[in-house]
Nanobody
Framework: QVQLVESGGGLVQAGGSLRLSCAAS????????MGWFRQAPGKEREFVAY????????YYKNSVKGRFTISRDYAKKTVYLQMNSLKPEDTAVYYC????????????WGQGTQVTVSS
């Protein structure tokens, strides 16, 4: 069983930065890709970014391109989301998730970490 634990959320002023971490545990951890999602109050959860675990290729939601960077530490089984130039509309609970197969759904989810950006 894989467990994902996010950390690094908090309160920041607009224009500031935060780095989220997602640490994975479990006897076998070899996902195809790791993703970050977010859910703002009253809205549906939305995709933010993903990274292919082995190759490192990345993909981003258009509105975060150039501001957010997803990366991973293979040895630590940890994925990061560096968020710069934060905006109030980035306020949400951020979740990391792991998908095992190339076309598979995200099977494992973390509990989420709150990010609040004040104007």
């Amino acid at each position: 069983q894989v467990q994902l634990v996010e950390s690094g959320g908090g309160l920041v002023q607009a224009g500031g930065s935060l780095r989220l971490s997602c640490a994975a545990s479990g006897r076998t951890f070899s996902p195809h890709r790791m993703g970050w999602f977010r859910q703002a109050p009253g809205k549906e959860r939305e995709f933010v970014a993903y990274i292919i675990w082995s190759g490192g290729n990345t993909y981003y939601k258009n509105s975060v391109k150039g501001r957010f960077t997803i990366s991973r530490d293979y040895a630590k089984k940890t994925v990061y989301l560096q968020m710069n130039s934060l905006k109030p509309e980035d306020t949400a609970v951020y979740y990391c998730a792991a998908a095992e197969a190339p076309l598979g759904e995200y099977k494992y989810w973390g509990q989420g970490t709150q990010v609040t950006v004040s104007s």
